[in-house]
């Protein structure tokens, strides 16, 4: 049983081997479905590298990890929209590897305007907000110029911290040592 999963498969390739295969394409004689066939590759893909290859040389060929910001993306789609562009030739114009962020971008953009093309947090959202943090006495200020309500305010934080470590202290003291397994 043959499977052909060309073209699903994600793999990298060399600039060297993108080289040759726009070299290939750009003699003429053959089509993009079948240069990709000649060498293993999706025929969009020909065409992806073909385009970047004319719009920024080698360079264009090259493996690239950008992150975008928002005046940079607003500036991608106005030009879009202006010159009528599809996503695959702006990408190729801005060098731009993947065109699939573009759709998304646009988007984002009509629904949420300029902030919504910010970059967002990667990862799973927390599921409970952080605690606020317990705001400490100022050491920094002398106790002469403190009031007496601030002055009490910090004694009282300082015996609750005292009282706190001396009652974590007992705990730990209380709890046997954990048994050894025998082997």
């Known amino acids: 049983m043959d499977i052909n999963l060309r073209g ?14 726009v070299a290939f394409y750009q003699k003429g004689e053959r089509s993009a479905r079948e240069v990709g066939g000649h060498f293993g590759v ?29 005046a940079f993306k607003l500036s991608v789609l106005e030009r879009m929209w202006e010159d009528g562009l599809s996503y695959r030739q702006t990408a190729a114009l801005f060098n731009i590897r993947n065109r699939s962020c573009l759709p998304d ?23 409970m907000p952080e605690p606020p943090v317990p705001k400490e006495p100022d ?22 911290e005292n009282a706190f470590l001396k009652k974590l202290e007992a705990l730990t003291r209380e709890q ?3 048994k050894k397994r025998k082997s």
Request: proline share 3%.
């Open 176 to 178: 046997p040592a954990p």
């Open 105 to 127: 971008w646009e988007r984002r953009y009509k629904t949420g305007g300029i902030d919504a093309l910010s970059p967002r947090r990667r990862g799973r959202q927390r599921s």
């Open 42 to 70: 999706d025929h969009a893909t020909v065409r992806k590298w073909v385009a970047s290859y004319e719009a920024h040389g080698a360079a264009g060929l090259a493996t690239k990890f950008s992150h975008y910001d928002a």
């Open 139 to 160: 050491a920094s200020r002398s106790d002469d110029k403190k009031s007496r309500e601030e002055l009490l305010a910090e004694l009282s934080y300082l015996r609750m």
């Open 8 to 21: 699903f498969c994600m793999s990298k390739h060399s600039v060297a081997f993108k080289l040759s295969v």
